[in-house]
């Protein structure tokens, strides 16, 4: 099966064969806080959001001017291509030092620019730069595994950005024109991350698209609609939401697994952020646990409540 790459900027240059794989914008992080901000406005979360749209802010800011680190290993880049394996596979590189870099560059940052930080939150910055080494590493292993109650819930939105920042850096290194499409792609290509939220493209070549936003990298890849993206069923699935959700967003709900993934679709904001929304549709994750759906993905910027236990292998 042939596939096609395309950059930030070539989509309505490109035929009209939907790509394979989208690489995130320079901007994703400037529109997230854009769109964090805007939502924000009389929401009942709005210090929440509003936070993160702080996070987001400085997540850009180092985007572009970030520290310098050691190239990867281009030879074992090429030969996971190859083999149709994640060049950025999270379980390998988080044993590298170079996103604990980019995180300490990222705390020192983040707590220069907010110095009205309320308490709990520079308490939260501060258990994340004082932890070890070893610490940081088991606590980014439980995050990215889905294990939140395996680590303290305040510092997940900290670490989620500075994990999701350096992937996102990383991209640049990855010769994404040997990306491969492979059926029921259901993690991502780029790292092998579970998707956040699905996104319904609403311009050529994407026209009426699905498809998926990686939970760390920001990748998205494209796959087919009318199919959960957990189990691959296609019967039986719902579409809920509120009248009231951001950008119209809805939950795809599959009765066979009994997990959701919530949609964005660009025909109501071209510009809008699926994280952002995502962040401001919790009404509809709680609705949503109710009637027995769970999320399999839940966002790296936000510690879920229960027994938080997301497995990534589920």
């Excluded at 957990?230 to 009248?243: P, V």
Aim: glycine residues 6%; contains cysteine.
């Amino acid at each position: 099966m042939s596939s096609k790459i395309i950059e930030p900027g070539q989509i309505e240059a490109s035929a009209t064969t939907p790509p394979f794989v989208l690489l995130p914008p320079k901007d994703v992080f400037a529109r997230r806080a854009e769109g964090l901000a805007s939502l924000a406005a009389g929401h009942p979360l709005a210090a929440y959001l509003n936070l993160i749209a702080r996070v987001s802010a400085a997540q850009d800011e180092l985007l572009a001017n970030p520290p310098e680190l050691p190239d990867l290993d281009q030879p074992a880049l090429v030969t996971a291509l190859k083999h149709q394996m994640p060049p950025l596979a999270v379980d390998s590189l988080l044993q590298e030092s170079h996103w604990q870099t980019v995180l300490d560059v990222w705390l020192t940052r983040f707590s220069k620019q907010n110095p009205d930080l309320p308490a709990p939150v520079t308490q939260a910055l501060a258990q994340l730069q004082e932890a070890s080494h070893q610490q940081r590493l088991d606590w980014a292993k439980d995050l990215t595994g889905g294990r939140f109650s395996d680590l303290p819930g305040a510092v997940v939105p900290f670490l989620g950005a500075a994990l999701q920042l350096t992937w996102t850096l990383w991209l640049d290194q990855v010769p994404a024109q040997n990306i491969r499409e492979q059926e029921d792609q259901t993690v991502c290509p780029c790292c092998g991350s579970l998707p956040v939220a699905g996104v319904i493209h609403q311009r050529q070549p994407a026209d009426g698209a699905r498809y998926l936003l990686c939970s760390l990298c920001a990748t998205q890849w494209h796959y087919v609609r009318l199919k959960c993206s957990h189990c691959l069923g296609t019967r039986g699935l719902e579409y809920l939401h509120f009248d009231n959700s951001p950008y119209g967003i809805r939950a795809e709900a599959c009765p066979e697994c009994h997990t959701c993934l919530k949609q964005l679709y660009l025909e109501h904001a071209p510009n809008a952020d699926a994280v952002a929304a995502d962040l401001a549709s919790l009404d509809l994750d709680i609705s949503l646990a109710e009637q027995g759906f769970h999320r399999r993905a839940p966002s790296l910027l936000l510690a879920p409540g229960g027994d938080g236990n997301h497995n990534r292998e589920a």
